[in-house]
């Protein structure tokens, strides 16, 4: 089974310059700190990144930013809360 990143979801990455992106690791500009997170997290571009990440056409990765709150969030693998706690 294989649990979807919940990056942009759960996290965006804010970068110095304040520009957002759904994680550290895709360079995949969403918007910018200044046109406001909630219009941001609303916007076309996060739903279209949702989209790729949901059928794993992000870059893929085992990023420990996003994969110790994605299984911690997973209501699929209850386990995995187990794991990520003991692994942490
Ligand atoms: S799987 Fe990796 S590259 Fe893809 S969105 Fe999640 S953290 Fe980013």
């Known amino acids: 089974m294989v649990i979807p990143c919940q990056a942009s979801r759960n996290s965006l990455y804010l970068d ?3 520009n957002l992106y759904p994680c550290i690791v895709w360079d995949r500009r969403l918007g910018h700190v200044r046109d406001g997170v909630k219009n941001v997290l609303s ?3 996060v739903a ?3 989209k790729l ?3 794993g ?3 893929v990765c085992w990023n420990a ?3 110790i709150p994605t299984l911690l969030t997973s ?3 209850p386990g995995c809360v187990m794991w990520s706690l003991l692994h942490r």
């Open 57 to 59: 056409k992000c870059p």
């Open 16 to 18: 110095p310059y304040g």
């Open 75 to 77: 209501w699929r693998m």
């Open 65 to 67: 930013c996003e994969v």
């Open 53 to 55: 990440i949901d059928s």
């Open 43 to 45: 916007s076309d571009g």
């Open 48 to 50: 279209g990144a949702r």
